[in-house]
């Protein structure tokens, strides 16, 4: 069920979930549901916008793996927007940032093409 | 209706919690069948992992919580109530509208059901069975809704206790009590649960054959008891994988390999390493996890400069490598859960400054102690908090 908490915004035809300033425990759920409804909706690509992202724990990190490999199964990409900071800091140290592709803008994260980085049929 | 509802007190009077949950379930059935004079009255709670309503309490029906119902969500009676979360009326019950013979075979014409909520999640279904026709009301609806909220925090509290004892017991079990005694060495760590729920978090010191120290530092994510048994879990695999293979990176690898296929939604950060006898070297490698930060005598400490490897759970046939480091004598190695630096409000590298300061090449127990007061101080964590130092001893140093 989709959580009003992260409004989905229409750019084109990718949709675009603004997270919140902080990911955690208490509400990673509702994120991942909202990304997870978007998954079925069979989009080419979904951006999760975390330019306002400060704070991103393991259960953040959760719903950004778990968006990602239901992308994989599904056939869509799922891309971050993120402005620096701790944010990707964290996707470097876990190697998540070599799964899944970043931008540094929505505008960027919406207009470029499928990468394919998280397709580890074609290597990685 | 008023008296109805002062039955309904009834239900929720002091002597039933005094009763545990099982007692109170069925006693409150039974006071439900003759305030609604009805002839069947059954409660099924959500299994969460199986994702079926697994009967438990029941009165008038006891045939069907002996032999173990199941009805998976969204099917049948049952698994209708759960999945549109309101109350539902049946005034006919057969084959098409119910999904469990029991219910028909028993002769049960007419029924009505309702959720168990608590916080907006379903933790069960309640359901009465007439044996003959009749018609229940929106009100019939209204004053089962109100027992059932009521046995819904019971449930919920109950389930929650339990939860807490299971992780607690679970956590105890699987954290090293004493740490190994090792020619060298001096080993210290830290364990601190966080505030509210329990998560994760876990650490493991253990000889091998070869007399190599093995040190491990894990963070699964999630929390409370599903965490707690995967994290269970990977102990033990890596433990295994440890006594077969001598390269770190290799021992990640296996373990991520068998995470994917035996548990494909878990996700982990661990660290693994690996340290000659004597500790002159150690071998890491880290699966998404951060480098221990490295403390030699006279100097400020630092993170190790090691590669990074991917997290556990994240792709097929991640590959990982193992960072050698010499350690002179004296030096201190510590090893941390993110707990310990990841702040709201605060730059990761902010929290990591914070934790170097606190970090000298002292003997590991004060290095420990001095660590969680710097860092910790008088506040609760959020998080959970796992800290562990190795030292090697300073030469003619020879305490054991």
């Known amino acids: 069920m989709r959580d009003a908490r992260y409004p989905v915004t229409m750019a084109g035809d990718v949709p675009v979930v603004v997270a919140p300033e902080e990911i955690d425990i208490t509400n990673a759920a509702g994120l991942s549901a909202t990304l997870l409804d978007l998954a079925a909706q069979g989009h080419a690509a979904v951006v999760i916008d975390m330019t306002k992202t400060q704070f991103c724990d393991t259960a953040g990190l959760q719903v950004l793996v778990g968006a990602h490999r239901r992308g994989l199964a599904d056939g869509h990409e799922v891309r971050a927007a993120i402005s620096g900071g701790s944010v990707s800091r964290i996707l470097a140290i876990t190697g998540i940032d070599r799964v899944i592709p970043q931008f540094t803008s929505v505008e960027d994260a919406v207009s470029a093409p499928v990468s394919g980085l998280g397709d580890h049929r074609r290597g990685s | 209706m008023e008296g109805r509802l002062r039955d309904i007190q009834s239900i929720t009077d002091a002597q039933m919690s005094e009763l545990d949950d099982q007692e109170f379930l069925v006693e409150l059935l039974e006071r439900l069948k003759a305030i609604l004079q009805a002839d069947t009255a059954a409660v099924l709670l959500l299994d969460f992992r199986s994702g079926q309503l697994i009967a438990t309490a029941a009165s008038g029906l006891e045939e069907e919580v002996r032999q173990g119902v199941r009805i998976p969500v969204g099917r049948g009676f049952a698994g209708r109530i759960a999945v549109e979360q309101k109350p539902v009326i049946l005034d006919h019950v057969d084959h098409t509208t119910v999904l469990n013979p029991i219910l028909w075979q028993k002769g049960i014409r007419s029924m009505i059901g309702v959720p168990l909520l608590a916080g907006g999640r379903v933790l069960g279904v309640l359901h009465i069975g007439s044996l003959t026709p009749r018609q229940f009301t929106g009100r019939d609806a209204t004053l089962l809704q109100l027992a059932a909220d009521r ?115 878990a996700m982990a950060t661990v660290l693994y390493a690996v340290a000659d006898p004597g500790l002159e070297r150690i071998r890491v490698s880290l699966a998404g996890h951060f480098p221990p930060i490295v403390a030699c005598p006279g100097e400020a400490a630092k993170p190790a400069d090691i590669a990074t490897g991917m997290l556990i759970g994240l792709a097929p046939d991640a590959r990982r490598h193992t960072t050698t480091l010499n350690l002179a004598p004296g030096t201190l190695l510590c090893f941390f859960t993110d707990g310990l630096i990841e702040r709201p409000g605060e730059l990761i590298d902010e929290g990591l400054a914070r934790l170097c300061q606190a970090v000298a090449a002292a003997p590991a127990e004060t290095a420990c102690a001095r660590v969680m007061g710097a860092v910790i101080g008088r506040e609760a964590a959020r998080d959970d908090i796992a800290l562990l130092m190795l030292r090697r001893r300073p030469s003619g140093d020879d305490h054991a």
Do not use: C, N
Request: no cysteine; net charge negative; charged share 20%.
């Open chain 2, 151 to 265: 046995a819904a925090m019971v449930v919920q509290s109950t389930q929650s206790r339990a939860d807490r004892m299971a992780v607690t017991a679970l956590q105890r079990s699987l954290i090293p009590s004493a740490l190994p005694t090792v020619a060298g060495a001096e080993l210290a760590a830290r364990y601190v649960p966080g505030s509210g729920i329990v998560g994760g978090d876990w650490y493991d010191v253990f000889t091998l054959p070869s007399g190599e120290l093995g040190l491990v530092m894990g963070d699964v994510a999630g929390s409370g008891l599903p965490a707690a048994v995967i994290m269970g879990r990977m102990r033990s695999a890596l433990r295994a994988y440890a006594l077969e293979t001598r390269d770190p990176a290799e021992v990640l690898d296996k373990l991520d390999r068998k995470m994917q296929h035996f548990e494909p939604d």
